[in-house]
């Protein structure tokens, strides 16, 4: 398998630490708000990655944190703590908001396909580890202690700007935005590692420290819960490309700095997913979630499809027309699939491996979706038999997580009942062309459903209702009677 490294900027072989397993690490989500679609296209590719790693053989462990405290509004050690903003916006505490978006983002997820990682670890339960890396820092003197805070200096770094090369003027105080004066700093790139004078006085969560009552910076809970959970030795480590730099080039001089070797080989980053006025962000304001997608009538898995039929390393651009297509799309794959019989044949294992590793191809150019998705058409029009199709659809949707096989199944049951509604005798006295189209808008309504189009299911029932038509829904198939 090929993957491109963020770090060396070429696709490589990938070749982990150690034979046959894969330490994976991603960055988690801030929870002070929903996560927005943009946020969830990068957790969806990170899933794939991860999900594809396990199809081709390795023992994967991944971790993720949480993020309840410390990361400020600039990404960098200036502006208000997200948390903070958070509870202060709904009036409520830290720790409350942090719960009740964490459980939105793992129900945002789940709905996504999107597998909750083997291990999950928020910021606040882990301020020891914290600590402990902040002292040995202070040790090996990578860091130094002024104006009560603890900063990294990046000044003791043979290279700093890993990710890209920026230009010295690019990070001079007042010329960019996010980056302003902080005299206690002796270098205008080093960072807080733990902050001892808060921002606020009404900083909700502190704790106490060698260095005084405080709270951790930002970066280096990452590489503290990587080490804690993971080792000196981190294979994958993921992200949205808008991590690259602060953070994750903060989270490599620190964790090198700290253990004396390097630390993560290959750096796995998504790129934004835009709108037409630029890149999706909360700060705007209104932002697109999963729930707002399901109150307009699409299906979640149809949102994972549009993102699939993308490459990870290019910015997609987000219009509901691009939904609507990827909508039509994946209600035709699944209308296609259910007219598969699944008992048709024996399994043809000449035709698995050779669908197998058009599969495998796409994937393993640097996880190249839109190729696999090419692959699951390819398997609906190979020569073979129709058990084996939907064998192979079912194991390659272990990677790609659209729902392939259930989802047919309910349009296959659907197709059934509306059948039964359609031999079912129509009320007595009702004139035989209405009758007709009553049963006509009631199997509509049956596909739709099958489908997940909830809203032109619903639209169907309404129809019918100002029609005078009364519907009854039983395991059996759908009754009709008028009002």
Not at 412 to 421: G, K, L, P, Q
Request: hydrophobic share 40%; aromatic share 10%; proline share 2%.
């Amino acid at each position: 398998m090929k993957l491109y490294n963020s770090v060396t900027r070429t696709k490589e072989d990938f070749v982990p630490h150690e034979e046959g397993k894969v330490r994976m690490y991603t960055c988690g989500p801030t929870v002070y708000h929903f996560a927005h679609i943009g946020n969830l296209r990068t957790y969806i590719m990170e899933d794939v990655l991860e999900k594809y790693l396990r199809y081709i053989g390795y023992d994967v462990k991944r971790v993720m944190n949480i993020t309840d405290v410390g990361h400020l509004s600039s990404d960098a050690d200036t502006g208000e703590d997200k948390m903070l903003k958070g509870a202060k916006r709904e009036k409520k505490t830290v720790m409350e908001i942090a719960k009740y978006y964490t459980d939105a983002f793992f129900t945002d997820a789940d709905k996504l396909g999107i597998k909750k990682p083997d291990v999950v670890e928020p910021a606040t339960s882990c301020i020891k580890e914290f600590i402990e890396m902040v002292e040995g820092l202070l040790d090996k003197g990578y860091a130094y202690i002024a104006g009560g805070n603890v900063y990294f200096d990046t000044s003791k770094l043979d290279e700093y700007y890993v990710f890209n090369k920026h230009d010295a003027e690019d990070l001079e105080v007042g010329v960019r935005d996010g980056v302003e004066a902080d005299d206690n700093k002796k270098n205008k790139c080093d960072f807080v590692l733990w902050f001892t004078k808060s921002k606020f006085d009404d900083q909700e969560l502190k704790w106490d420290s060698p260095w005084g009552i405080g709270y951790p910076g930002w970066h280096i809970e990452c590489s503290a819960i990587s080490l804690k959970h993971l080792g000196e030795y981190l294979d994958i480590h993921c992200g949205g490309i808008d991590n690259a730099f602060p953070h994750h080039t903060n989270e490599i001089a620190q964790s090198e700095a700290y253990i004396g070797h390097p630390w993560c080989k290959y750096w796995f980053h998504v790129l934004h997913l835009n709108t037409n006025s630029g890149k999706m962000s909360k700060s705007k304001g209104e932002f697109l979630t999963v729930s707002l997608l399901e109150e307009k009538g699409y299906d979640p898995a149809a949102y994972r499809l549009f993102c699939l039929q993308s490459h990870y390393r290019k910015s997609l651009v987000f219009s509901w027309e691009g939904l609507d297509n990827a909508t039509v799309a994946y209600n035709k794959l699944i209308e296609k699939i259910a007219k598969i019989d699944p008992e048709d044949g024996e399994f043809d294992e000449a035709a698995a491996e050779a669908l197998r590793a058009r599969f495998r191809e796409a994937l393993d150019n640097d996880l190249n979706t839109s190729l696999a998705v090419t692959a699951l058409y390819d398997v609906l029009k190979y020569k073979t038999n129709g058990k084996t199709k939907v064998m192979m659809l079912a194991e390659f949707d272990t990677v790609m997580t659209l729902d392939l096989i259930s989802a047919a199944e309910k349009v296959r049951a659907a197709s059934a009942s509306a059948e039964t509604v359609t031999e079912a005798a129509a009320p007595t006295g009702v004139d035989a062309d209405f009758a007709a189209k009553v049963e006509a808008l009631i199997a509509d309504r049956a596909a739709a459903k099958a489908a997940k189009d909830y809203a032109a299911a619903d639209a169907i029932r309404d129809e019918l209702t100002a029609m005078g038509v009364v519907l009854k829904d039983s395991k059996e198939g759908t009754t009709w009677t008028l009002a």
